[in-house]
């Protein structure tokens, strides 16, 4: 089985997230759009229904979620910050209470190239419980993720770190949102990143179903100067202990990991994606790196799992096989 669901209809997909993100009519209105399989196949996908009225409501969008169904909706939404109101997108990706297991993982696989779909985002929201999806809820995650509410983690790495149910959209899924009277940025600007031809092609033979590579190592040139545009270190058919080696402790690096996860018998593709900052990184340098992340992420997205490590000693394979497994259950996104 591959690893990228098609639409039935490109066409009628595209019409009803552009339907949803319009500002035709009431700009600041609740409107949304759901997507699922089509008879039950993971390589199929079709719109299912949507509602992008002024009288849409959030409560008519959970009559259609199924309990045994993996689904897919956008939902637009208003936040209002400081006597200024902008419109918001989330994204939800559903996984019904009675989805047998084994087809969790199926679905699993393919659910990385749905969400390409509905890219950008302001929110991404996994779960299979309609408590997750009321305003109230929403609204407040919608605020955490935009800066708009004071929120503290504790703990010294928060890099990864999700809770239950929701994942904030990578700065690359993030939009200016335009509204009839005015342009609103969603995040702080993040920096130009740049790649050689060889990022994206070699990314794509992780991805190929039918190459052997299964992990390429990608870096700010062999001076780690993050002005530079991305270039492929290394690419390989090995395990972790073949890539980690080309991480260099004074430099931010960034990989792919292709690996299996086996659940419930079904054994499937996935994506782990390596955010590597070494600890002889310059101080300056480290505070920089932020405004790259979102780029970056980008260039790597869909992933099922993000790690971030600075000591090659953290690396290893049942580190990596730990995270992905407890992504499979129910999470299969984390961000």
Partial sequence: MGTKAEPVDLSRLQLALAAVRADTGDVYRKSWAIVGHV????????????????????????????????????????????????VKFIYIHWVGEKV??????????????????????HLEIE????DDLQEAVLMQKLE????????????PVTAGRQERGFTAGSAAKRQDVRTTSELRSVAPAGATVSASPDVTAAIAEVRDDVTPTNWVVVGYG??????KPLSVVAKGTGDVDEF??????????????????????????????IYW???????????KLSAYTGPV?????????????SQKSDIRETVIRDKVQASSGSKLFVK
């Fill in 39 to 86: 008879d039950n196949n993971p390589m199929l996908v079709d719109v299912l229904s949507q509602d992008t009225s002024s009288s849409a409501r959030i409560e008519d969008l959970y009559s259609h979620l199924q309990d045994d169904q993996v689904m897919y909706c956008l939902l637009r939404l208003t936040t209002t910050f400081d006597m200024s109101t902008t």
């Fill in 100 to 121: 047998p297991f084994a087809k969790k993982g199926r679905f699993g696989v393919v659910s990385g190239s749905v969400e390409e779909f509905f890219c950008p985002f």
């Fill in 127 to 130: 779960t299979s419980t309609t």
């Fill in 144 to 155: 955490e993720t935009s800066g708009t509410r004071n929120k503290v983690l504790e703990g």
């Fill in 222 to 227: 062999d001076d780690g100067d993050i002005k």
């Fill in 244 to 273: 980690k080696v080309h991480f260099d402790d004074r430099q931010a690096m960034y990989a792919l990991y292709r690996t299996m996860d086996t659940y419930d018998d079904i054994r499937t593709v996935k994506f782990v994606y």
């Fill in 277 to 287: 900052v070494g600890e002889s990184v310059k101080p300056l340098t480290k505070g």
């Fill in 297 to 309: 992420e980008q260039l790597f997205s869909p992933a099922h799992v993000t790690m971030s490590f």
